[in-house]
Nanobody, 119 residues
Framework: EVQLVESGGGLVQAGGSLRLSCTASGHTSDDDSIAWFRQAPGKEREGVSCISSSDGRTYYAASVKGRFTVSSNNAKNTVYLQMNSLKPEDTAVYYC????????????WGQGTQVTVSS
């Protein structure tokens, strides 16, 4: 089992930046890529980004491409989501999850962190 803990959410003005962190512990494997998802009130959860644990490839939703950057520090078992040029529509609870092969299916989930972007 993998435990995931997110941090770094908060309130920011439109155009600002935040960096989210996701620290993993427990039994991790080469298959345990880490993805970021988000869910806004009244909306379905959507995939935001993923970083492959096997080759480091990164994936982004069209809505965040060019503004968000996912990276990892393997020594710290931590994945980061740098979010720049934030928009009010980025407001959501952000979750990290283990996502084998960045398939878009989360297996183990963190507790979520709130990101609020004011206009």
């Amino acid at each position: 089992e993998v435990q995931l803990v997110e941090s770094g959410g908060g309130l920011v003005q439109a155009g600002g930046s935040l960096r989210l962190s996701c620290t993993a512990s427990g039994h991790t494997s080469d298959d345990d890529s880490i993805a970021w998802f988000r869910q806004a009130p009244g909306k379905e959860r959507e995939g935001v980004s993923c970083i492959s644990s096997s080759d480091g490839r990164t994936y982004y939703a069209a809505s965040v491409k060019g503004r968000f950057t996912v990276s990892s520090n393997n020594a710290k078992n931590t994945v980061y989501l740098q979010m720049n040029s934030l928009k009010p529509e980025d407001t959501a609870v952000y979750y990290c999850a283990s996502d084998p092969y960045c398939s878009g299916t989360g297996v183990y989930w963190g507790q979520g962190t709130q990101v609020t972007v004011s206009s």
